[in-house]
Each structure stands twice: as structure tokens, then as C-alpha cells.
């Protein structure tokens, strides 16, 4: 979903108001005309969009219209032009480390464009597989807003992975994988350090293992075996990462083909949409000899993506991984055959309906569509000036 038809933006109109409004209207009808897969109807639009210079979300979607390198030079054109209308508006320093915008850029709604413009150039120097230029950008994203508004931090650990940078990653991980890092991490922990080589003890990986994020936690594993070995450390990280989100440690030792692309639905942190992600990003890093076999070798990670059947009549337990089939709605069930599938429906339909009810809640609400009658209670924050504009899209009845 676009992000200007979102929050503050929707309100006050793309970067605050920066954009005409004739512009943003044709812009609307090019990306609705994009969403309906008429690309070509969507032209004429995007060309009258883009008459306004300030209207970088324009680029963007003229950009994703054209073959990747080509994609590239309007990318990097609407980024120059982004980076002089910023300095204009914020004043020449507000780039500088030393001034008062770098560390804010998403609060201050003038800059969001301009991210948007970083965020869709990550995605196309990777696809086009300029790894360097797709970290070397989201550093800078991190510079100017540590708090990652733009959900790019979870890349960088693949993109330093990809480019051989295995200490860099691993620093990088640590920093945010650290239940105790401070709320604002300095440059979005892109202030790379020596990694450290100490394992955690019990009580903080059950801690990191039930709050941490995934992609952070097996990329930490794959750095930590290329930096120190195949030791403890890479064992741990292995295992934490095998119990947040065991989907992807899954298919990488099943050996399951790398996605075709993204997932371009709505989410839940450490479900199948990131797996999917992760993978595309990731899977080629993972299936080199070495490291798959040291994956592979590990039996407390495989321990964790062994499924017994979830029909607790059964019993049954895999012999190998990905045997039994995930449940196909929710993929958050497994089951040895379709006979226990149907045996267990009558226990698991409440759950796997609320599971796709908060997804198409969660879909409507970021599409800007109307809710289902079925919809959850549902709110989303969009953080403005050091304020915090809060919408509550379905509450709770009253009574």
C-alpha cells in the first residue's frame, strides 16, 4: 500500500500538503489503475502526476513501470531532485549530522516522499542485485531515522550477508537482537563494532527467543558462523532463530525452492509473509554447501521444526523435515493425512477463522478498504512531531 494514503498523509496530503492537488489525484488513479494490472492506462496519468516534481511517490510508481535499470535512473533522478526540495524547505544543514532533523526524518511528514524514494531503491538495486548500493542506502535510511519507520532494518543484515561483510552483520544483529539496547539505538546500529563471541545465557535467549525478530536472529546465526566457526555462539543463534520463526529453518533444510518474489501481503511479525521475504532475500546465503551442512548438522535447531501431527489423537511425528502438510488457510497446524486433517477440523476451525479474520482485517486497513463485518479490534499509530496520531479503525462495543 502506498504509504501517503496512510495515517498523517491521508489526512494532510502526500508530505503534508508539499504535492498539488491535481497531481496527487492522477497519482491516485495511476496507482489504482496499477492495482487493477492496467499499467498502460496508468501512463498518462503518472506523466501529468509528474509534472509536479515534489510528487517523488509519482517516480516511484513510474519507476516499478519500467525494466529494473531503467528503474534505477528515475530512482536516482527523483532522489536528487527529493534531497535539493528537502534543503530548500528544512534549510541546507538538514542532512548534517549536526542538525536538527537527522534522527527524525519520519516524524517531520515533509521528509516521508523522499524516504519512500530510499525504501523503493533498496528493493531495486537488490532485485538488480547491486547488494553494496541496496546496504550502503539503507544505512543511510537508518542515519536519518534510527527508529526505521520504512521497516527497511531487517534487509540490512541480508544485504551485508550478501556482500561478504559477515563482522559488519553480525554487530549489527547483536545491536538489536539486545533486549537491553536503549529505546533509540545511535544510527540505527549501523555504528558497526567488533562482534562479540560471548553466548547469552538462559533467561536472556528464552527472552530473545519469544520477543526477537527472525530475520535479525538467523542472520546473527550465519555471520557468527562465518566470523567464529561452527561453535556454540552460531549454535545458539541457529537455535533461537529456529524457535521465532521456524518456517524459514524449514524450507532452507528441506531444501525447498528459493520464492519467485516478495510477499505483498499484510502480516504478522515471524509468520509466513516474512519467511517468504526473508527467503527471497536470503536462501541463496543459506544454501551453500557449508553452511546448509552445518544448518543441517545442528539437531537442537531441528528439533524445533520436527512436527508431530496436530490431530492429538494421532501421534504421529515427522521423519524428516517438512513431512506433514501446514493447514492451508492458517499454515499454523500441521497433520500427517487428510484423515486427521478432517478429524481435527471441529477443534481447530475457531482458531484458524480468528487467525484469517485478523489477516483480513489487517489486509482492509492498510488498502484503505472497508472493514469486514468480522473485523477485530484494530488500531494503528503514526508518529508526527514527537506526537502520536493514534486511529482506531474497530474497537470494542461499549457494552
Known amino acids: 500500500m502506498p504509504g501517503h494514503r496512510f495515517g498523517v498523509e491521508n489526512m494532510m496530503g502526500v508530505g503534508g500538503g508539499i504535492v498539488t492537488a491535481d497531481s496527487q489525484k492522477n497519482l491516485e488513479i495511476a496507482e489504482d489503475l496499477c492495482n487493477r494490472r492496467k499499467p498502460e492506462q496508468a501512463l498518462p496519468y503518472l506523466f501529468r502526476a509528474m509534472e509536479d516534481e515534489n510528487n517523488l511517490d509519482a517516480f516511484i510508481q ?57 525504501q523503493a531503491q533498496v528493493r531495486l538495486y537488490f532485485e538488480n542485485k547491486q547488494y553494496e548500493k541496496s546496504a550502503k542506502t539503507i544505512i543511510e535510511m537508518l542515519r536519518l531515522c534510527p527508529g526505521d519507520n520504512m521497516g527497511q532494518r531487517t534487509w540490512l543484515g541480508s544485504m551485508l550477508l550478501l556482500t561478504n561483510r559477515y563482522s559488519d552483520a553480525l554487530s549489527f544483529c547483536q545491536t538489536w537482537l539486545d533486549p537491553n539496547r536503549p529505546s533509540i539505538v545511535p544510527r540505527g546500529g549501523t555504528a558497526f563494532k567488533a562482534p562479540s563471541s560471548t553466548c547469552y545465557d538462559t533467561e536472556v535467549e528464552d527472552k530473545i527467543s ?20 561452527d561453535g556454540d555462539l552460531a549454535r545458539q543463534y541457529l537455535r533461537i532463530a529456529a524457535k521465532i520463526n521456524p518456517i524459514i529453518l524449514t524450507k532452507i533444510l528441506a531444501k525447498i525452492d528459493k520464492p519467485k518474489g516478495f510477499n505483498m ?45 496436530s490431530n492429538s489423537a494421532c501421534g504421529a511425528v515427522e521423519t524428516k523435515v517438512a513431512q506433514f502438510k501446514r493447514c492451508a488457510a492458517c499454515k499454523k497446524v500441521v497433520y500427517c493425512s487428510q484423515s486427521c486433517q478432517k478429524t ?21 486497513v492498510c488498502r484503505g478498504r472497508t472493514l469486514p463485518d468480522s473485523a477485530v479490534p484494530t488500531y494503528s499509530a503514526d508518529f508526527v512531531g514527537g506526537g502520536v496520531a493514534v486511529t482506531e479503525h474497530v474497537g470494542f462495543d461499549d457494552d
Not at 536470503?282 to 501431527?309: L, P, Y
Request: glycine share 6%; hydrophobic share 35%.
Open 344 to 364: 481435527d477440523w471441529s477443534k481447530h476451525k475457531p482458531q484458524c477463522q480468528q487467525h484469517q479474520e485478523v489477516r483480513n482485517t489487517i489486509r482492509a
Open 62 to 118: 513510474f519507476a516499478f513501470l519500467h525494466h529494473i535499470p531503467e528503474g534505477i535512473e528515475v530512482l536516482e533522478d527523483a532522489e536528487r531532485k527529493g534531497r535539493r526540495a528537502l534543503k530548500r524547505r528544512l534549510g541546507n544543514d538538514c542532512f548534517d549530522d549536526s542538525g536538527q532533523y537527522v534522527g527524525n526524518f519520519y516524524q517531520v511528514v515533509t521528509t516521508r516522499p523522499y524516504m519512500r524514494v530510499l
Open 265 to 309: 501481503l499484510p502480516r504478522t511479525s515471524n509468520g509466513p509473509e516474512d519467511a517468504q521475504d526473508y527467503l527471497f532475500l536470503t536462501q541463496d546465503v543459506w544454501m551453500k554447501n557449508d553452511v546448509w551442512e552445518w544448518a543441517n548438522g545442528s539437531q537442537d535447531a531441528r528439533s524445533n521444526v520436527i512436527k508431530a501431527c
Open 210 to 229: 519469544k520477543f526477537g525478530n527472525g530475520a535479525m536472529a538467523y542472520n546473527a546465526a550465519v555471520a557468527a558462523f562465518r566470523v567464529f566457526g
